[in-house]
């Protein structure tokens, strides 16, 4: 039979460990109550900003490389003129890399809309589940 002392010991032990666990729960954030309220009522602003904002970043994007393009082959115009083979070999190389970018920019900007648009579905379930209890314009 186990002994008294050792079982008291055991259940302070465990309820001491329990004790610590609460310390070490998150605690509840400050917060402003009526600012909280105006941030969630402009919920769908945001998630409307979320989609011109990846629109305009692919749209940047492809504006760069595309700028990239056709510089690589005006550079290679304009070496050709001066027949000058050190110089073309040169501008050759750059105008190569330049293309190369591009496509890797051109790369980035479709694949930049996959995320966002996965973070907007995401915003749209938090509105969703907010919208319960928020008035959201």
Known sequence: MPDQKNIRSILNQVLDELD???DNEEE??????????DDIRQ???YNNTLHESANNIKKLFESISNNALFASHHLIKEVEKKADSFATNIVT?????????????KGVAESIREPVM???????????LL???YKIE
């Not at 190389?93 to 293309?99: C, E, G, S, V």
């Not at 996965?118 to 969703?128: F, Q």
């Open 43 to 45: 919920l769908n602003h």
């Open 28 to 37: 509840t954030p400050e917060y402003d109550k009526e600012e909280l309220i």
């Open 93 to 105: 190389d750059n105008a190569k890399q330049l293309k190369g970018l591009s496509e890797k920019l």
């Open 118 to 128: 996965k973070g907007i579905v995401l915003v749209e379930e938090i509105g969703a």
């Open 131 to 133: 919208n319960r209890y």
């Open 20 to 22: 610590n666990a609460d």
